[in-house]
């Protein structure tokens, strides 16, 4: 045995039960403000989203849930969606409210002026806690494009008292078993001022509502350079972390595949999971949930979504492998070059043999992606799904 396979046997255990959320728009057509692709195989319809995503976790089996979207995801019968995912092998995860595709909410929907507009939003909501009372999602998650373009537009304070007031009356209206989870984003759709930018924001708007509510950290909603593991440490800390949106960016919120961009940053954000109790399969105790928010603009989405789930598997891996009791040693002895080395010993191990091996002992393919891609059903579904109309994010 070598000392990686040694490492490795040691942290094996703490792999077993990982999971990490699908959006089911990762399934839809996508694109950019420029075009949205068209791509063969894509769902016509929400059954076939969670086919897909029950897909991935066929070949994972790292993927037990899917987040819906409303109301990109709406039907008549939530409990029978329930059952046809059940059916398939996954269960229906986080519901994601919308208020960013109606014209009323051209100048805000739960900080909006206008008490009609902001009942409308909040009416929005509660629909949105009856789908999860049907398909028994524990989270509502949140995230609001509202702000304004220009200095001067809009009144920043009124607007942040205004949004407090809407997320009490939601949070009102949530399960003893339920939570609410707050998503924050530096810009984009507006350019000058967001009403949740940022951690602190959505942290000071959840503290207000009480236990249930926390923040959604989304990797690709920071400014360039922002240190995103230091502030998953702090809401760990503060106990106010509550899920994840996965994704990765070069450049603004690219929603590309996670570990894309930076695998490193990836490595260094799960470790801080890892270290502050917010992972899982180490922690019962732990809420933490791991999702995906991405959406495949040129690649196809089964193996798009696969090499995210395994990507985050395999830091996983690599963060669990760091010698935490030689790392504090050296933190503590003032042993810079020493505690770096440390870090950096476990990011650069090589963990794909190892896990590969891991996933056959529990009958998974040793390499999903090559499973997937010999495994024809790219090609059924191309050949299946024609007709109809290809459903796209938006
Ligand atoms: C916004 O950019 C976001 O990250 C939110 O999570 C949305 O609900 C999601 O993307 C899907 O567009
Ligand atoms: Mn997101
Ligand atoms: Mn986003």
Not at 223 to 239: K, S, V, W
Not at 332 to 340: R, T
């Amino acid at each position: 045995m070598t000392d990686t396979q040694a490492a490795f046997a040691q942290i094996a255990p703490l792999l077993e039960g990982q999971a990490i959320e699908l959006p089911s728009w990762a399934f839809g057509n996508s694109g950019t403000r420029f075009k949205v692709f068209g791509t063969a195989g894509t769902p016509r319809s929400v059954e076939e989203k969670i086919a897909d995503a029950a897909t991935v976790h066929r070949f994972t089996g790292l993927a037990p849930t899917v987040a819906l979207h409303i109301p990109w995801d709406l039907v008549d019968d939530f409990g029978a969606l329930r059952t046809f995912a059940t059916d398939h092998g996954v269960e229906l995860g986080t519901i994601n409210s919308n208020t960013f595709q109606d014209d009323d909410y051209k100048f805000g929907a739960l900080t909006h002026v206008d008490p009609k507009i902001r009942q409308k939003a909040i009416d929005h909501h509660f629909e949105c806690i009856d789908v999860m009372n049907a398909t028994g999602s524990r989270d509502l998650k949140i995230w609001l494009a509202e702000g304004s373009n220009y200095p001067g537009q809009a009144d920043l304070r009124g607007r942040q008292d205004r949004l407090a007031e809407s997320l009490a009356t939601i949070y009102d209206r949530i399960g003893e078993e339920q939570r609410l989870v707050l998503e924050y984003k530096f810009f984009e759709p507006a350019f000058y001022h967001t009403d949740v930018p940022d951690w602190g924001t959505s942290y000071a708007q959840v503290s207000a509502l009480g236990e249930r509510a926390l923040v959604c950290l989304d990797t690709g909603h920071h400014a360039p350079g922002t240190n995103i593991e230091f502030i998953t440490m702090q809401l760990l800390r503060l106990g106010k972390l509550g899920s994840f949106d996965f994704n990765s960016r070069f450049y603004a919120d690219d929603d590309l595949i996670v570990g894309a961009a930076d695998p490193f940053q990836l490595f260094r954000i799960l470790f801080e999971v890892i270290r502050g109790g917010g992972y899982g399969p180490a922690n019962p105790e732990s809420e933490v949930a791991f999702m995906l928010d991405q959406c495949h603009n040129v690649e196809d989405k089964i193996p798009g979504q696969i090499r995210s789930v395994l990507n985050v598997q395999e830091m996983t891996a690599r963060a669990l492998l760091v010698d935490r009791d030689a790392l504090a040693a050296a933190q503590e002895a003032g042993d810079v070059l020493g505690a770096n080395e440390v870090f950096m010993d476990a990011f650069q191990t090589d963990v794909r043999a190892d896990l590969a091996a891991w996933r056959e002992e529990r009958g998974l393919p040793a390499h999903p992606m090559k499973a997937y891609a010999a495994s024809g059903h790219q090609q059924e579904i191309e050949a299946a799904r024609v007709g109809g109309t290809q459903l796209s994010w938006n």
